[in-house]
């Protein structure tokens, strides 16, 4: 079994940046392929960014490319979600998620969940 708790989101303006943490326990987080999901209200779960084991491969939605990265504490437990020139439309819950590898865009490929941190982007 694997907890996963998120942390790291909050309100900021439009072209600010946060920096959102994904924290493991139980089981070690290397031993998972980790994604970042997003939910706004009256929307479907989306994928937002998946890396892999070694942290050598990573995808990320369109819509984020170029703004949004993803990566991994190599000897830690923590993935990390870097968001910068952030837009209304990056308003959501924001999600990690872990799974056996290899990496998966689909939510319902993955096993363990964290709860998710709001963040809100005014304009």
């Known amino acids: 079994q694997v907890q996963l708790v998120e942390s790291g989101g909050g309100l900021v303006q439009a072209g600010g940046s946060l920096r959102l943490s994904c924290v493991a326990s139980g089981r070690a987080i290397s031993a998972y392929a980790v994604g970042w999901f997003r939910q706004a209200p009256g929307k479907e779960r989306e994928f937002v960014s998946t890396?892999?084991?070694?942290?050598?491969?990573?995808y990320s939605a369109d819509s984020v490319k170029g703004r949004l990265t993803i990566s991994r504490d190599g000897a830690g437990n923590t993935v990390y979600l870097q968001m910068n020139s952030l837009k209304p439309e990056d308003t959501a819950v924001y999600y990690c998620a872990a799974r056996r590898p290899p990496t998966s865009q689909t939510p319902a490929d993955y096993t363990y969940w964290g709860q998710g941190t709001q963040v809100t982007v005014s304009s």
């Open positions: 890396i892999s084991l070694s942290g050598t491969i990573r």
